[in-house]
């Protein structure tokens, strides 16, 4: 049995030691309570490219994943790709539309205007299709890596 | 707009590149070398896909 495992000098049982880590629990979950900026991150982060990432004053990241989804998204409808309609009954079509649909206020200005409702005529719509829903499902994963960022489980 | 299907490669290569660089890593240095690593595994996979489908056909 390891001295550690129990008895007096084991760290779970020294008042000094257990009360600073409670202290440190309280407060760590107190934070993560009352500050809104992890869900505010997510949600910006969602709705606008990077701005999760702005948010936290990082200006480069956010910047380079703003240019790179933005890009991606712009290139998608230059290229005739399709934008995705919610309940067409078919399940490819959901889940291109859930990709689509992480692209957030791009998806929505999109739709308002119309844009990407054409039959296909080239080849490489397809492409462009394609590079619209990854650019949304490349969002996702900045909008969580922004929510990570504010809570502290990504440490820089 | 046109674009040649490399040249498709190359730029959806580069933005996800970019993104997975910096989402996937926590320092800098690491997110440069992981976002290189990811461009060139996309762009090696993408060539040697075309190689072996041109082997295959003839």
């Known amino acids: ?156 | 707009m046109t674009i040649s299907h490399f040249g498709a490669v190359l730029l959806f290569s580069l933005f996800t590149s970019i993104v997975f660089g910096i989402t996937q890593r926590s320092e800098p240095r690491m997110m440069i070398r992981f976002g290189a690593f990811c461009f060139v595994l996309f762009v090696g996979g993408t060539i040697a896909a075309s190689w072996i489908m041109w082997l295959i056909k003839h």
Do not use: E
Request: no cysteine; net charge positive.
């Open chain 1, 1 to 156: 049995m390891s001295a550690f495992s129990g008895g007096p000098l084991a760290p779970h049982n020294h008042p000094a030691i257990m009360n600073r880590a409670m202290a440190t629990n309280v407060s760590a979950s107190t934070r993560a309570q009352t500050s809104s900026m992890p869900t505010m991150a997510l949600i910006a982060g969602w709705l606008i490219p990077g701005a999760g990432h702005l948010l936290q004053r990082k200006w480069i990241r956010g910047s380079l994943l703003m240019v790179s989804i933005v890009a991606m998204f712009a290139i998608g409808l230059a290229l005739k790709g399709k934008i995705y309609s919610p309940n067409t009954g078919d399940l490819l079509d959901i889940l291109n539309f859930a990709g689509d649909l992480g692209n957030g206020l791009l998806y929505i200005l999109a739709r308002m205007l119309d844009l990407g409702q054409v039959t296909v005529q080239v080849a490489t719509a397809d492409y462009g299709t394609k590079f619209m829903v990854v650019a949304g499902l490349l969002n996702i994963i900045s909008a969580v890596d922004a929510h990570s960022l504010a809570t502290g489980r990504k440490r820089s």
